[in-house]
């Protein structure tokens, strides 16, 4: 059995069973739509600085690595000079 409702027909509910609820419709004004697209404009230009400084990080740590590499070829060098 079906009893008519904002929405058109709807099955009637059994005596004693839970109650249920129709869904809320929420309606987002422009304000709030205007303020979640500078947010998400945000959060790109925080993803792409992050991107961009991943590659720089990269390069800076293969540089320091070359550079230790080189300081300790010179302290063995060194090491081996005084050694004798």
């Known amino acids: 059995m079906t009893t008519d409702g ?26 709030t739509s205007r303020m979640l697209l500078h947010e998400e404009l945000a959060r790109a230009r925080i993803r792409e600085l992050r991107e961009a400084t991943h590659g720089q990080r990269e390069l800076r740590r293969a540089r320091a690595a070359r550079r230790w590499n080189r300081v300790a070829h010179w302290a063995a060098k060194r090491s081996r000079h005084y050694a004798r």
Do not use: C, L
């Open 6 to 31: 904002e929405n058109g027909p709807r099955p009637k509910r059994a005596a004693g069973s839970a109650q249920t609820y129709e869904p809320i419709h929420t309606v987002m004004n422009t304000e």
